[in-house]
């Protein structure tokens, strides 16, 4: 007589492999962090803009490169652990939901510009609500582009000096009429907030924190590995100094 596996139990097998691989994919969503290092999350969602994304994304975790500094864990955050979709098309899978994951403590938070920074996604409250509770403990807080609405939004900035995309400068003068806000600058440094005016210059705020942390001759280090010719003296920029 034939072995005969009952259908039931055919079943059960099939969904518990399937959960397991669920389970799996989840876990390996996490990315892995090394101790010892600055923890640098970087908040994406659909419609965020590449160069925003990939510029600091590019800078940072080439930190991991250097010897001698205190690197970076560079991660993704969003609220979701499903794919989301850039501006420009491009797919990528969040490392963490910070809805529902427990999140590790972040040093850095990076908000690159998104498609609705200027409307929708300043009514996402949950959204609003991470980045000023993530503003309590980090180290610094940066945004690039229109990422400094969903900033000013949050009410980290008050108090505070930023900049913007160039031709959204009155707009966020409009918006948030008691902040200082500068134009004809890429980066703003005033406290722990670093914003830069996006683009392509989003190299240049996440070059100047670079600078920051681990010195000048890292900073053209890691610009060097991008072809990039970094002298802060060169690169229009004001840094707010607080007594």
């Given amino acids: 007589?034939?072995?005969?596996?009952?259908?039931?139990?055919?079943?059960?097998?099939?969904?518990?492999?399937?959960?397991?691989?669920?389970?799996?994919?989840?876990?390996?969503?996490?990315?892995?962090?090394?101790?010892?290092r600055y923890n640098v999350a970087i908040l994406i969602m659909d419609g965020t803009y590449n160069t925003e994304l990939t510029a600091p994304y590019d800078i940072f975790q080439h930190t991991q490169y250097r010897e001698g500094i205190k690197a970076m864990n560079v991660f993704t955050v969003a609220n979701t652990l499903d794919p989301i979709r850039t501006f420009e098309g491009m797919r990528l899978l969040p490392d963490y939901n910070y809805l529902s994951d427990s999140l590790p403590k972040i040093d850095i938070l990076v908000v690159p510009s998104?498609?609705?920074?200027?409307?929708?996604?300043?009514?996402?409250?949950?959204m609003l609500n991470f980045v000023s509770h993530i503003d309590k403990?980090?180290?610094?807080?940066?945004?690039?582009c229109d990422g400094a609405f969903v900033l000013a939004k949050s009410g980290i900035l008050k108090g505070f000096e930023s900049t913007?995309?160039?031709?959204?400068?009155?707009?966020?003068?409009a918006m948030f009429p008691a902040l200082t806000i500068h134009k004809d600058v890429f980066v703003v440094h005033d406290g722990k907030y670093i914003t830069s005016s996006g683009g392509a210059r989003s190299f240049d705020g996440a070059l100047y924190l670079c600078e920051l942390l681990y010195g000048k001759?890292?900073?053209?280090?890691?610009?060097?590995?991008?072809?990039?010719?970094?002298?802060?003296?060169?690169?229009?920029?004001?840094v707010v100094e607080r007594k």
Avoid: R
């Fill in 164 to 173: 913007t995309f160039p031709s959204d400068i009155d707009k966020y003068k």
């Fill in 114 to 126: 998104a498609e609705h920074h200027l409307d929708t996604d300043l009514e996402d409250t949950a």
């Fill in 1 to 36: 007589m034939k072995n005969i596996i009952p259908f039931f139990l055919i079943f059960t097998l099939a969904c518990s492999s399937k959960q397991h691989q669920e389970e799996k994919v989840i876990t390996e969503a996490h990315t892995e962090l090394v101790e010892g």
């Fill in 217 to 238: 001759e890292i900073a053209q280090s890691l610009a060097g590995g991008l072809v990039i010719d970094w002298q802060l003296e060169e690169v229009p920029h004001i």
């Fill in 137 to 144: 403990t980090a180290e610094f807080v940066t945004s690039h």
